[in-house]
Structure formats: structure tokens, C-alpha cells
């Protein structure tokens, strides 16, 4: 098999395990509608007061629904063994970071589409707009490439899921700046030029990140 | 005595009389500033900035030759270098928060350096932690140097983004439009290489104590 006959093989696995218990995707999704509600209750739904926070509610919202989905990427591998399995599957580590990293890109955004067009009913905010669809897009991989990394790290210690957000949240403040003031502005009917100028951060880091982490990733599950 | 037993004295004689340099310049040999109020935290703040950055890059080089060589040593020197770039980093936070009260009205804002440096101590007290949450050494190391990797090269990246909000460090002025009297930087430079020596002596001691701790385990185990 090739090396991305491998990838897609794991990113299957993944994706079908999630269509048969729709286990992550029902979960986060309901954490994702519940932080948009606290948050409404924590700043008001003045249209000024939206138009302030309301970009940075849908990306904290991203952000610990992310962080709910892909600490359950690998937790749920370890459950019964299927670590090892994996491990003693013929394919490099590479492979194993590459097809996971995907499935949980694929169950991310699942909950993306999902919670923007309930963002934009609660907020009455106009959100379909291809600018924000390409922020979520790059986001999105920024967050997964730096989050299986860390899922897989944070499965390893003795306190689990609790790592991973440590870990992995002052990593991906860049991604969030940089998504808050580009949804602002896309949000506000801004220019590209100007959306670009932070996409480009983004950009950057997913680049360095996806590097970064398929290089160092065989060094996190190896035991 | 070991050659190695004389350089350690050594260097903390060098240290110890750099210091007392330092400070003789800092507080009666650099004139007063008027328009400027406690701008003497800045001759040591700016050497604790550095020292901070210097620790984590030797985290960065020694996680990387850790990981290829699987050498405990090199992660006795990460582990040490974070530990003591850690605190560092504290100090940072704190003289500039001590500076920037007087001058700019606020112990805090969003500036990108500030941001930063916040960054960077919040990745590098997650590396402490997962070290503390590791089962057995050698999984500890290899945790903690992918985190070393990682939170280093973020840096670039972290600074890049929250420098496109407002500037108010005065980093650009003393550096750049070259504002600093010849009497200033003499003093700035000599705290600077106060806190080098400083930060090599502590790390030396560390790594020293580190491989003793190891040692001691062996023996112990051997005891059993």
C-alpha cells in the first residue's frame, strides 16, 4: 500500500467508527451550542456588543470544541488496545499522524457547519460568506495539525485529557488571533486585502506546524 | 581538585564580581533621567529577557540532539535549562510589569512582547507539567522534548501576530534610534553579561545536581 492508501485507511476507520456511534460529533456539537449560550449570557446580545465579541464567542467556541473533539481521538484508541494495534499496523508513524489528523479535520468540521449557522441565528449575523468559510478552513487545519500532536502526547501521561489543553491552547494563540480579527472582518464586510493579511499568519502556521509535527509525532507514541 | 571544579568556582567568582559591577553602574554610575521613572528596573530586565530567550533556545538545541542521540544528558541540560528559564521568564514578567506601572499607567497590556513572553512562560510551565504527569524518565524526556520543540518554534509565529495590534515597547526606541547615552549601554551590557554568566552558572549547578539525583537513584536501585 502507498503511503496515502495507509492515511486513508486510518481516516476511514476513524470516520466510520464516528458514523456507526456518533459519539464526538453529537457530543461536541452539544458543547458547542452550549458555550455559544453561556456566552450570550455573559455578554449580552446588544447588536454593539455582538459586533464586538462575536468573532471572538465562534472561536472560543472552536477552540474547546476542538479541544473535546481531539483529546477523544486518542483516548478512544487507547480504550481497548487499539494503540498498540495501530502501532503494529505495517505503516510508518507518519501515516498514523497523517490519517488522524484528518479524521479528526473531518469531525471538526462536521461541527463547524453545524454551529455557524446557529452562531448566525443566536447573533443575527450574516456568516455565509466565503471569507469565512476559507478562515474556518485554514483555522481548522492549524488546530489539528498541532492537536493530534498533543492528543496523542496528553494520552500518554498519567493526567490525560487534562494536557491537552495546556498544551495545546498558548500553542494555537496565533491561529486565534489571527481567526478573531479575520472573522471581524469578514463579519463587518471587509476587504480580502484585508482578510489576507491575517489568513497569511495562518498560513504560516499550518505550514510550519504540519512540518513540525509529522516530523516529531513517531517520537510521542513510540513505547 | 578537577579542572571542571576550578572553571565552576571560576566562573562564579566572574559572576559575582560582574554583579557587584553592575550594580555600582546601575544605581551611581548611570546619571539620572528625569522623563523617565524606574528606569533602572530596565538594566535588569532586559538581561532577564535575554537570559529567559537564551534558556529556552538551549531547551530547543537540546531537545532536538535528546531526541537523535537518546543521551540522558542532553535532557538533564533541557529539563535544567527550562526550569531556570521558567524563572527567568517570571522576572520578566514581573520588572517589566514594575517598569511599565510608573510609565505607561498599567502593570499590563497586550503589547506583542508582552503577549510573548505571557506565551511562552504558559508553554514551558505545560512542559514542567507533563513532566510531572509522565510515567518513568524516559518517557518524561521524550514528552517534554517534543514539547520543547514545539513551543520554540512558535515564538516567531506567537510575535508576528500580536504585533499587528498596537506598539508601545520602548524596545524600538533604545535600540533603533540608537537613544541610549554611551554611560547606559556600558551598564546595560555589563548586566547583561552578569546574567549570562548567571544563567550558565545555575544551569551547570543543575545539570550537576540532576546527574548526582540519577546516580543516587542507580545506587538505590541497586540496593533493592
Known amino acids: ?223 | 581538585m578537577n579542572r571542571g571544579y576550578v572553571l565552576r568556582i571560576g566562573l562564579l567568582l566572574l559572576t559575582a564580581i560582574l554583579f557587584a559591577v553592575a550594580l555600582y553602574m546601575v544605581f551611581l554610575y548611570v546619571p539620572n533621567i528625569k522623563d523617565l521613572r524606574a528606569d533602572r528596573v530596565f538594566y535588569f530586565h532586559v538581561p532577564v529577557d535575554w537570559s529567559a530567550f537564551l534558556a529556552y533556545f538551549v531547551v530547543f538545541v537540546s531537545s532536538i540532539v535528546y531526541l537523535r542521540t537518546r543521551d540522558t544528558k542532553w535532557d538533564m541540560i533541557a529539563t535544567s535549562a527550562v526550569e531556570i528559564g521558567v524563572v527567568f521568564n517570571t522576572l520578566m514578567l514581573v520588572t517589566g510589569s514594575i517598569w511599565a506601572r510608573p510609565n505607561w499607567g498599567t502593570w499590563w497590556n497586550w503589547e506583542p512582547r508582552l503577549t510573548t513572553a505571557l506565551v511562552l512562560w504558559l508553554v514551558y510551565v505545560g512542559y514542567l507539567l507533563v513532566r510531572g504527569y509522565s510515567s518513568g524518565r524516559e518517557q518524561a524526556a521524550r514528552l517534554s522534548a517534543v514539547i520543547g520543540i514545539v513551543g520554540f518554534v512558535d515564538v516567531p509565529i506567537v510575535f508576528l501576530s500580536t504585533k499587528w495590534w498596537q506598539l508601545q515597547h520602548p524596545g524600538a526606541l533604545v535600540f533603533e534610534t540608537g537613544g541610549l547615552d554611551p554611560t547606559m549601554l556600558a551598564a546595560l551590557m555589563v548586566s547583561l553579561a552578569a546574567f549570562t554568566c548567571l544563567f550558565f552558572v545555575l544551569q551547570i549547578q543543575r545539570v550537576s545536581l540532576k546527574r548526582a539525583e540519577a546516580e543516587l537513584q542507580m545506587l538505590m536501585d541497586s540496593t533493592e
Open chain 1, 1 to 223: 500500500m502507498t503511503f496515502w492508501k495507509k492515511v486513508a485507511a486510518i481516516t476511514w476507520k476513524d470516520a466510520l467508527t464516528e458514523l456507526r456511534t456518533k459519539e464526538v460529533v453529537f457530543t461536541v456539537l452539544v458543547f458547542a451550542i452550549l458555550v455559544i449560550v453561556i456566552f450570550n449570557f455573559a455578554f449580552g446580545t446588544t447588536s454593539e456588543a455582538v459586533a464586538l465579541v462575536g468573532p471572538g464567542i465562534l472561536w472560543v467556541t472552536f477552540a474547546f470544541s476542538g479541544v473535546l473533539s481531539l483529546n477523544r481521538a486518542f483516548i478512544a484508541e487507547r480504550e481497548a488496545g487499539c494503540l498498540e494495534g495501530l502501532m503494529a499496523a505495517p505503516m510508518s508513524r507518519e501515516a498514523v499522524y497523517v490519517g488522524k489528523m484528518l479524521g479528526s479535520f473531518i469531525s471538526m468540521l462536521v461541527v463547524e457547519i453545524v454551529t455557524l449557522p446557529v452562531f448566525a441565528v443566536f447573533f443575527n449575523l450574516d456568516v455565509f460568506s466565503l471569507q469565512l468559510v476559507v478562515i474556518t478552513l485554514m483555522a481548522t487545519i492549524g488546530f489539528v495539525a498541532v492537536g493530534t500532536l498533543f492528543s496523542a502526547l496528553a494520552v500518554n501521561t498519567r493526567a490525560r485529557e487534562m494536557v491537552l489543553p495546556i498544551l495545546f491552547l498558548p500553542i494555537v494563540v496565533p491561529v486565534i488571533i489571527s481567526a478573531v480579527k479575520a472573522s471581524g472582518l469578514a463579519l463587518t464586510g471587509g476587504s480580502w486585502a484585508d482578510v489576507v493579511q491575517w489568513l497569511q499568519i495562518i498560513l504560516a502556521f499550518d505550514a510550519i506546524f504540519l512540518v513540525v509535527s509529522f516530523l516529531v509525532f513517531g517520537y510521542v507514541i513510540e513505547e
